[in-house]
C-alpha cells in the first residue's frame, strides 16, 4: 500500500480520496493520541471527508475539535501541543482532495506515515462503544491571524498604507491574508479571495500564467508588491511592480538572508533542497551563516538533522524548498500567510528591488532525460561516476542526487523522478545552455549503459 506521496495523501475524491479512506486513515490516527484539530480548504469534498476523518478518530477513541475552513498554516497553528489533520489537495484541480497529518504542529515524518499506512491496512476494530472520543467546534482563525501579525511585527519596517495585492485564486489563504496585512497596516486589494471550490477565478497552483490577473492589475496600478497562494495558504509567489514574478530562489535567498543576518547564533543554519540555487548559500554567507541541504518534501528532516548534528551555537533560522517557507522561529510548519507578512514588511523598508540588488540571478534550466523506473538507480550510479570528472574544479554533493557546484557560483543537480520516467537535470549558470548539454550527454549515455 502506498497511500502517502511527499505531501501526504492526495487524489481524485471520487477513486482514492474517498470517505472509505478518509474513515480508515482517521481511525488508524486515532491510535496515535487522545487529542485531534480537523480543518479543511475550500474544497466542495472537504466537508464529507472532514466528517469521515472526524469519524475514523472518534471511533479510535481520540477527541476531536472542529476548527472548519482554515489555511493549511492555520491547522498546524491549532495543532501545537496536540495533532490534527488537514483536509487539502494544495494546489491540485478541484476533483481532488488530499489527508495530511501533523503532531505538534510538524506534519508526519515518512516513520509516521509508515505506521499509519500499516494500521489502514490491518483495518482495525473501533475502540469499545464506551471508549469513543467526544467532539466539539472551536474557532482558531483569529488567534492565528494575530499571531502571524504580531509575528511579522518584529521584521522589517511599518507598512503604513503599503499598497499590495494578493491573488488567493478562490483557496482559504482568502479568509487569511488579506485580513493579516490590512492588520499590519497595508493598503490591500484581494483578487480571487472568496473561497470557492470550484477555483472559478484561476487554477489553484500559482504560476506566472495562472497569476496573469494579479501581474497585470500590479503593472496597472501604483501596488509595489504582488502575491499569490494556493489553495490551502502554504505556497507563496511573489510580483514585482513590473507585473513580472520573481524567482522563488530570489524569494528564498531575500527571506534566508534576513534572519541569519538578524540571527544572535554563531552558528546560523538554513536547510534547502539540492534543486535550489547557489544564490541562497551566497546571501546566507554574506550573513554568516551557513547552509543545509535536504531531499525535496524533508525539510522537517532536515531541520531535526541540522540541530542534532550542530553544536550548541548552532540555530536553524530558516527552512524552505521552492514556494513554501518554514519560519523557524514562528513555528514548525509551511506557511505562506507569514511569508506574505514577513516580505511585505521587509518591503517596506528599502523596496524590492534594493532586496533583490545584491543577489547574482543567472539563467536557469530544466531538463527532463527519459529514463525508465528499473534502470534509474544504475544510471544515478553510472552518472555519480562519470559526471564529477566533467567539472574537475567543482564541489561535488552526491547525498539527494549529484549536484556540481562550480568556483563561479553556478551548479547542476542530476536527480531521479520519485514519480515519473526521468531522470532530472537542473543548471544555473551565465554558460546554462552549454552547461546542460554536458551534463544532458553524461546522462543519455548512462541511461543507455544502465
Not at 110 to 126: G, L, Y
Not at 130 to 159: I, K, M, N, Q
Not at 221 to 245: F, M, N, T
Not at 386 to 401: C, M, Q, S
Request: with cysteine; charged share 25%; net charge negative.
Amino acid at each position: 500500500m502506498d497511500l502517502f506521496g511527499t505531501a501526504g495523501i492526495r487524489g481524485d475524491a471520487q477513486s482514492k480520496v474517498t470517505p472509505e479512506l478518509a474513515l480508515a486513515v482517521g481511525r488508524a490516527a486515532g491510535a496515535d493520541g487522545d487529542s485531534f484539530v480537523v480543518g479543511r480548504d475550500g474544497r466542495t469534498t472537504g466537508e464529507g471527508l472532514a466528517a469521515a476523518v472526524e469519524a475514523g478518530l472518534l471511533s479510535a477513541g481520540a477527541d476531536v475539535t472542529r476548527i472548519g475552513q482554515v489555511p493549511t498554516p492555520a491547522l498546524a497553528y491549532a495543532a501545537q501541543q496536540r495533532r490534527g489533520v488537514m483536509l487539502t489537495a494544495s494546489h491540485n484541480p478541484p476533483t481532488d482532495n488530499g489527508i495530511k497529518l501533523f503532531a505538534d504542529g510538524r506534519e508526519y515524518d515518512d516513520a509516521s506515515e509508515a505506521r499509519i499506512e500499516a494500521r489502514v491496512a490491518d483495518d482495525p476494530d473501533p475502540v469499545a462503544w464506551d471508549e469513543w472520543g467526544t467532539s466539539e467546534r472551536a474557532d482558531v482563525l483569529g488567534a492565528y491571524r494575530d499571531a502571524v501579525a504580531g509575528f511579522a511585527r518584529g521584521h522589517g519596517a511599518p507598512l503604513d498604507g503599503l499598497p499590495v495585492a494578493v491573488d488567493c485564486g478562490n483557496g482559504v489563504a482568502g479568509v487569511a491574508t488579506p485580513q493579516v496585512l490590512r492588520e499590519l497596516g497595508a493598503d490591500v486589494t484581494a483578487i480571487h479571495a472568496n473561497v470557492d471550490g470550484h477555483f472559478p477565478g484561476r487554477e489553484s497552483k500559482p504560476t506566472a500564467e495562472s497569476l496573469r490577473d494579479l501581474r497585470s492589475y500590479v503593472a496597472d496600478s501604483d501596488a509595489v508588491l504582488g502575491l499569490g497562494h494556493d489553495g490551502d495558504g502554504d505556497r507563496i509567489v511573489v510580483v514585482d511592480a513590473d507585473g513580472e514574478v520573481v524567482h522563488e530562489d530570489t524569494v528564498v535567498a531575500i527571506l534566508a538572508e534576513h534572519y541569519t543576518a538578524e540571527s544572535e547564533a554563531g552558528d546560523p543554519v538554513v536547510v534547502t533542497t539540492p534543486n535550489a540555487s547557489a544564490r541562497i548559500d551566497e546571501r546566507v554567507r554574506a550573513a554568516g551563516g551557513r547552509v543545509e541541504r535536504v531531499r525535496l518534501g524533508a525539510l522537517h528532516e532536515g531541520i531535526a538533522a541540522a540541530r542534532e548534528g550542530g553544536s550548541e551555537e548552532t540555530e536553524v533560522v530558516f527552512a524552505a524548498e521552492p514556494w513554501k517557507h518554514i519560519h523557524t522561529a514562528f513555528g514548525g510548519w509551511i506557511d505562506a500567510v507569514a511569508s506574505a507578512a514577513v516580505l511585505a514588511r521587509l518591503v517596506a523598508g528599502p523596496g524590492l528591488a534594493v532586496l533583490r540588488d545584491p543577489i547574482t540571478e543567472r539563467p536557469y534550466r530544466k531538463v527532463s532525460v527519459d529514463c525508465p523506473d528499473d534502470r534509474k538507480a544504475d544510471a544515478m550510479q553510472l552518472v555519480e561516476a562519470r559526471l564529477p570528472g566533467e567539472f574537475p574544479d567543482a564541489t561535488v554533493d552526491t547525498e539527494y542526487g549529484v549536484r556540481i557546484e562550480r568556483p563561479d557560483g553556478s551548479w547542476t543537480l542530476v536527480r531521479p523522478s520519485g514519480t515519473e520516467p526521468y531522470v532530472r537535470v537542473y543548471a544555473e549558470s551565465d554558460d546554462v545552455d552549454d552547461l546542460v548539454d554536458t551534463v544532458t550527454a553524461v546522462v543519455r549515455g548512462a541511461v543507455e549503459d544502465a
